[in-house]
């Protein structure tokens, strides 16, 4: 498959990635791995998603499948895979995400590198729940295509090590699954000169950015605010990356509460915008409800917070342990709308705890650079086709 171009071997890698949103905010790190396998090889990206990937990645060919308006479209995307992909040139297949995993049931014949980002149970549990006559039948179609695309796969990069226990638990032996950190370009979040002063004498503003949901602890940060309210206003909670239909839901919410000059609430913006929106807060969130994906799949926001260097409040679960401490560069708490706000009104109270969180979180930053990352995922990419 290899071909020459200016003297040098030219490796081809397809991309199987159902769909992305442009701003990439709910999967920059997916981004981040497209972009980094396009420094090794050039890309060819099977998607139903082609005008934001050609906005995206505009150096990588994109082969669009036509979307089937149908139950299970992920499931229906990935079956047009099974036909198209015999057909297509590359070294390397490289499966975006676990949800596509069913994409290479087939035998094809060519390296496969997945991006391990997720807890198949979760994908499963998704589509039960959207109910209808065909959702139980659909949910197990969809876990037996995960469970037997993954055990296809000749590596798994798993992004968290309760992610590699669950593979395992799967049958995939251990020499196919790697670990690997994830990481965020730290140059690009440094606060230096950006950050406001930090005086006593203003309003405080907790950030939260990504898809706003009741699972990643909406209703607990309004009931939180309306429990601090009635001690004092002066603090406010940004939420940025609000669709329609979200903002919706936060404002009944609030509105609800009696607190909606306590949120502002923003749009998806650029993920290359959202640097400028932790600047300006004073911490971060991050509350996730303890289910089957976020005890396995690590936050990519945390590591933005602490390369911005905003002390996080954030909740006790493992994937938020494997880089925040309580009292070093977090407060952790119990998931509960008490104890969040409790957490925000000693934040506010104690300057001392507020810049001795804030200096721990740009040194413990340090440890994620993704400059580490991307030379684990290209290696481990031109290990796959030179093997």
């Keep these: ?23 990439v905010m709910s999967a920059a790190d997916v981004a981040d791995t497209i972009n980094t396998l396009s420094s090794s090889f050039s890309i060819s990206i099977v998607t139903n998603a082609p005008v934001e990937c050609s906005e995206i990645f505009p150096r990588a060919k994109i082969i669009r499948l036509p979307v089937i308006p149908m139950r299970g479209r992920i499931l229906a995307f990935c079956a047009e895979c099974w036909f198209i ?26 390296p496969v590198l997945c991006y391990g980002n997720s807890n198949p149970i979760q994908h499963v549990l998704n589509t039960k729940r959207k109910g209808g006559p065909l959702s139980g039948l659909l949910s197990r179609i969809n876990g037996l295509g995960m469970s037997i695309g993954l055990r ?47 005086t006593d004498a203003r309003v405080w503003e907790g950030v939260y950015h990504g898809t706003v949901s009741k699972d990643r602890g909406l209703e607990i940060m309004v009931d939180g605010a309306r429990i601090l309210a009635s001690q ?33 609430i923003l749009p998806p913006v650029p993920h290359k915008d959202i640097p400028a929106a932790l600047w300006s807060a004073d911490f971060g969130i991050s509350l996730l409800e303890p289910n089957a994906y976020f005890a396995t799949s690590p936050p990519v926001k945390v590591l ?5 260097g905003l002390p996080v409040i954030a909740n006790s679960i493992a994937t938020h342990s494997l880089y925040l401490e309580d009292g070093v560069n977090a407060l952790i708490i119990t998931y509960d ?7 925000m009104n000693t934040l506010m109270g104690d300057s001392n705890l507020r810049r001795r969180l804030s200096g721990n979180a740009l040194k413990s930053a340090q440890r994620f650079s993704d400059q580490s990352t991307h030379r684990m995922f290209v290696d481990s990419a031109l290990e796959l086709v030179r093997g």
């Design 1 to 23: 498959m290899n071909s020459r171009r200016d003297g040098k071997t030219h490796r081809r890698a397809i991309v199987i990635l159902g769909g992305i949103l442009p701003t």
């Design 85 to 110: 992909l015999p057909f297509l040139r590359g070294d390397l297949i490289y499966v975006a995400g676990t949800e596509y995993a069913p994409a290479v049931t087939m035998n094809i014949r060519r």
């Design 152 to 198: 296809r796969c000749d590596m798994i990069l798993a992004i968290s090590p309760q992610l590699r226990e669950v593979y395992t638990s799967l049958g995939i032996p251990p020499s196919r699954i790697r670990a690997i950190t994830l990481g965020v370009p730290l140059d690009d979040y440094d606060p230096t000169g950006k950050r406001k002063p930090d």
């Design 232 to 264: 004092r206003q002066d603090f406010r909670i940004k939420l940025v990356g609000c669709r329609p239909t979200q903002e919706k839901m936060v404002r009944e919410l609030a509105m609800k509460a009696g607190i909606q000059n306590l949120f502002e």
């Design 304 to 308: 933005e917070f602490l390369a911005a």
């Design 337 to 343: 709308a008490k104890s969040f706000a409790d957490a």
